[in-house]
């Protein structure tokens, strides 16, 4: 889920928002990784600036990589396939759109002031 | 309603009960089955050993119907219509069904009951297989047939000595003859396994403990083993039909007729229990025929069985088995290659004109082209057949049988793809079943679609309508340099990891930059964006270029001390380099630093592009050679490396005939002759090797080169993605590629050529380029928000003396 907002005013007291980096720092069309206590989750760029954010452990590997997979879209839900073995996964609902028994969690993400914020709650 | 009552759950009554379901069958359907868990696919059986679980193995069970568990049925009550099971439930039948199966036969040999006997029949079987290997270092299979070798290949698997025993006077004495036996015997012997043909048992023997120990010939030599698995056939499970008077056989099985109904007309039996005019099968193909007659019986049809095909094929110790049709007949012509170990024998008519069978061990081609033949007229020669491996261009009959395990005709899978507007094996597969079981015919399901006529898309994904050859010269032609020009203008959406990997590849190909540069990053997989190969638990390897397998003793003690400092697990590839495994993300820069300081340079095992121009030491050392093979590697592998291609690319350069190089199975292959160089096209090892075409003789090194960078751009320039330059070459034809090549019939070898020029001109090692680069370096870290802390997945345990990765529980996470 995404929430693109660039003027919450940074002072505003909110919990469970983590700030993982700059969103210069994300490349436009591909993810990054980071680890938010504990739990790895899997940033992505999308090309039109949509932020998402998705578990990075592929469940058919049980590798920590979904972070390094091809960003794309499918019809027009935009995607990662996993670079192990190719399983494309929606980042919006987190679902395996080649086998949508499995899915990954999915996590609420934002930019404010130029930050990227990521919420596990 | 009706009361359904199936005993036994097997793949039979599987069968039985899906098709039933799918038929909109109304009764109520009560299922016995003996075992502790819902039907699974037998025939998948060893797989359980080799990572596959239980759950995967199993059956889906439909919804609405009554499934009893460890419920053994004891006892028929036709009178009353009541079936009794062990713990004394009884269940009211109006129809019943026997799906039984068989059990094992274990011969009545001294010691077959002790601790460390197993048969190879059940999951549970497999189960306490297993445990028995734990401590044991031996293992016996007795019996060689079909289920014997594949016992014996999971004793193998569990990394027990094996061997097999086999009464008769040779292996698989079932499928094919004495000559096929002995074929099939070297290959079984060179992996390593003891093979005893025409060998009884005298008996089983216990140690101290009171556990297996070994198995004593009849000519008293004994054979150590602590696990022993009888596999000496099957025998059907009758004795429930037995003990309520229904007839069966003399030598066993449940006597039924065409309609698959025993001797009490409200009793069926199917599968491997059933006697049907005087035989009994043993494959799954006519248990599920038998199971989609019963269903057409209860629902009221008027379905019958008839004799059915016991082909089989199958793949054992990576041996092809085949056998179809008759096992004899008034001719047979038979070919064998010794050195290669295959065998093939074709059984005709006295006129030599109709195929009554045949027999493959080796290689089965002969019986995915031949066996629809079987009883019709063959479309050529016997020897012919066998020589060329079947007719180019095959016409089959429509009622000929495609896929045996399904009983699916070439006319029912015809009309599937006409009626129904399939395009391709999947729908096939579901549409008509053919190729869901064992898979032997899938190849032919491929070519069924091409004969048909079905335009098999050539589009690349949804995002492009053009195949890969297309998109290279929309590229080339209209000077297209990003990702985003070429699918706003030529494509739709926004990409996926097919068509973006595909465009980055004719980006450079075509020379454009380095790989990460700009939007190309967001094109590569992940190993060409991180420049290393991305291994099963998220580490990545390090792989520098060895040209020609040449390298320096200073140069060797650099990846020594690299891949100790680091823990990196080594191992010299089949390519003549060294792999380093178990890198991450954040070491890759680190590693390669040390590397690249040391003169190596990156050996695009990431990518596809040339990996290695392997070579054998030539004639500067070797007292056979004539020709500097090594130098010439060395020049190759420079002059190409970087070369990004439709997919791999693989070279060897041999310095004489002998070929040490095996230069035939590689892409482009080069053997030294007296008078210069032979080039070898199209070659490759892999799931479906082949040898290369001898493409020009006795060239100069000058001339060799010419061809090859006319051949590998004319390749990259019109191959389809991810299609090797075997494939490539055999759909545009080997004489056609001279043509082009050699005659330059489409006037385009300057520009090949020239093309070629630029990428040589344009290398620049991409490794050395990241490291000289803190932009793209920054990329290299786990986490963006924490560069300096390693992924904590990852772990490593120690395996012979050197590092592996501790693999992670997998339990997919269910939406
Ligand atoms: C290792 C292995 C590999 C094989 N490979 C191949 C292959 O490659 N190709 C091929 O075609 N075939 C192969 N087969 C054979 C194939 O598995 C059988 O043809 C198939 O399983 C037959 O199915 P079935 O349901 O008739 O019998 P079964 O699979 O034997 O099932 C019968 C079930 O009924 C239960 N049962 C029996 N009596 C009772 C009772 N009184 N009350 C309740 N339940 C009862 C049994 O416990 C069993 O679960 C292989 C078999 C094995 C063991
Ligand atoms: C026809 C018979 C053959 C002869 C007479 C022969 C002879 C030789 C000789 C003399 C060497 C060099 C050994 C040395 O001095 O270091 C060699 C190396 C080698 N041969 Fe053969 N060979 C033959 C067939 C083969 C075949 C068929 C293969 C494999 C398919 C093979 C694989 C090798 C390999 C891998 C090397 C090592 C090359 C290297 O060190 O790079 N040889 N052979
Ligand atoms: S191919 Fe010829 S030159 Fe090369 S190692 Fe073998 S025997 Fe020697
Ligand atoms: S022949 Fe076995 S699946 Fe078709």
Redesign the interface.
């Known amino acids: 889920m995404t929430v693109l907002s660039e003027n919450l005013s940074a002072g505003l007291e909110e919990t469970g928002w983590?700030?993982?980096?700059a969103y210069a720092?994300?490349?436009?069309?591909?993810g990054?990784?980071?680890?938010?206590d504990?739990h790895?989750v899997a940033?992505f760029r999308?090309?039109d600036g949509g932020l998402y954010a998705i578990?990075n452990?592929d469940?058919?590997?049980?590798?920590?990589?979904l972070s390094?997979?091809?960003?794309?879209?499918?019809?027009?839900e935009?995607?990662v396939?996993s670079?192990?073995h190719?399983e494309?996964f929606s980042l919006v609902t987190g679902?395996c759109l080649d086998d949508?028994?499995?899915?990954?969690?999915t996590y609420r993400i934002r930019v404010a002031a130029g930050t990227v914020e990521v919420s596990l709650a | 309603m009706t009361r359904l009552v199936v005993v036994g759950h097997g793949p039979t009554a599987y069968r039985l009960i899906e098709t039933l379901v799918d038929r909109g069958f109304d009764g109520r359907i009560t299922v016995l089955g003996e075992e502790p868990r819902p039907a699974y696919d037998r025939v998948a059986l060893t797989s359980y050993l080799t990572g596959k679980t239980a759950e995967d193995l199993t059956y889906p069970v439909p919804d609405g119907i009554t499934l009893s568990l460890n419920a053994r049925v004891t006892g028929i009550d036709r009178e009353a219509g009541v079936v009794t099971t062990a713990d004394g439930h009884a269940e009211p039948y109006d129809v019943l069904v026997l799906a039984t199966g068989s059990s094992p036969f274990v011969p009545p040999v001294p010691g077959k009951d002790l601790d460390g006997c197993f048969v190879y029949r059940t999951i549970d079987d497999l189960d306490a297989i297993r445990e028995a290997s734990r401590g044991a270092t031996a293992g016996i299979v007795i019996g060689g047939g079909l289920l014997g070798l594949e016992a014996a290949d999971a004793l193998r698997g569990l990394g027990l000595e094996t061997h097999v025993v086999e009464m008769g006077g040779w292996l698989m004495p079932r499928q094919v003859d004495e000559g096929g036996g002995a074929v099939l015997r070297g290959h079984i012997e060179a992996l390593g396994l003891g093979v005893h043909t025409g060998a009884g048992v005298k008996e089983i023997v216990a140690g101290p403990e009171g556990r297996v120990s070994g198995l004593v010939k009849p000519d008293g030599e004994t054979i150590e083993a602590q696990v022993v698995v009888f596999s000496a056939g099957v025998r059907p499970r009758d004795e429930l039909a037995r003990s309520s008077g229904l007839a069966v056989g003399e030598r066993g099985g449940i006597v039924v007729d065409d309609g698959m109904r025993t001797s009490d007309p409200a009793i069926y039996a199917i599968g491997e229990c059933v006697l049907h005019d005087g035989m009994v099968y043993g494959l799954v193909g006519p248990c599920f025929t038998m199971a989609e007659v019963a269903a057409d019986r209860i629902l009221g049809g008027e379905g019958a069985f008839a004799r059915a095909d016991m082909s089989t094929k199958l793949k054992l110790l990576g041996v092809e088995v085949a056998q179809f049709g008759a096992m004899d007949g008034a001719l047979d012509v038979t070919f064998m290659d010794p050195v290669t170990g295959v065998y093939q024998k074709l059984f005709v008519s006295d006129d030599a004109r109709t195929l009554l069978g045949g027999i493959c061990v080796g290689d089965a081609t002969p019986y995915n082209s031949l066996k629809p033949f079987v009883g019709r007229e063959l479309p050529g020669s016997p020897s012919e057949l066998l020589f060329t491996g079947g007719p180019a261009n095959m016409d089959l009959p429509d009622d000929a049988q495609v896929c045996s395990c399904n009983n699916v005709t070439k006319g029912q899978i015809c009309s599937a793809i006409a009626d129904k507007g399939l395009t391709d094996v999947a729908e096939i597969k579901s549409c008509t079943r053919a190729g869901t079981a064992c898979g032997s015919c899938v190849p032919m399901l491929k070519q069924l679609l091409i004969k048909s006529g079905v335009e098999v898309s050539k589009a690349l994904c949804e995002h492009f309508a053009y195949s890969r050859a297309e998109l290279f010269d929309i590229v080339r032609v209209r000077g297209i340099t990003t990702f985003s020009q070429l699918i706003s203008e030529h494509g739709a959406g926004r990409g996926c990891d097919v068509c973006k990997p595909t465009v980055a590849s004719i980006l450079a190909s075509l020379g454009n930059g380095h790989i990460l540069d700009g939007e190309q990053a967001a094109l590569q997989d992940t190993n060409d964006h991180f420049l290393a190969n991305i291994q099963r638990n998220g580490t990545y390897s390090v792989v520098p270029r060895i040209p020609g397998g040449e390298i320096t003793p200073d140069k060797l003690i650099v990846i020594g001390e690299v891949a100790r400092d680091f823990g990196l697990y080594t191992k010299i590839t089949g390519g003549q380099r060294i792999d380093l495994f178990g890198a991450r993300v954040e070491q890759l820069p680190l590693i390669w630093k040390r590397l690249v300081d040391a003169g190596f340079e990156s050996g695009h095992a990431y990518g596809k592009a040339l990996r290695t121009v392997k070579s054998c030491v030539g004639s500067t050392w070797c007292r056979y050679g004539v020709q500097d093979s090594v130098g010439l590697a060395v020049a190759l592998e420079l002059r190409y490396r970087g070369l990004r291609s439709p997919h791999k690319l693989k070279s060897a350069v041999s310095g004489c005939a002998r070929e040490c190089a095996e230069a035939r199975g590689k892409d482009f292959g080069i053997i030294a002759t007296e008078q210069g160089w032979n080039l070898y096209v199209g070659g490759n090892g892999g799931f479906t090797p082949r040898h290369a075409d001898l493409f020009a003789s006795d060239l100069s090194t000058d001339e060799l080169i010419r061809i090859i960078d006319r051949f590998l751009m004319f390749y990259i320039r019109t191959a389809d993605r991810l299609q090797r330059t075997s494939v490539w070459l055999e759909n545009q034809g080997l004489d056609y590629v001279k043509e082009v090549i050699l005659e330059d019939s489409l006037g385009i070898c300057a520009e090949l050529e020239a093309q070629m020029e630029r990428h040589v001109a344009g290398y620049a090692d991409e490794w050395r380029a990241v490291l000289d680069d803190p932009d793209r370096l920054r990329r290299f870290v786990s986490f963006v928000n924490a560069p300096g802390t390693p992924d904590p997945s990852i772990a490593f345990e120690p395996e012979r003396e050197q590092v592996k990765p501790v693999l992670i529980p997998l339990e997919p996470v269910r939406a």
């Open positions: 983590t700030r993982v980096c720092d994300l490349m436009p069309e591909r990054a990784c980071a680890l938010v504990g790895q940033l999308t090309f578990g452990r469940p058919f590997s049980g590798a920590y990589v390094r997979g091809i960003v794309g879209t499918r019809g027009n935009p995607t396939a670079p192990m190719k494309v679902v949508p028994a499995v899915s990954v969690p």
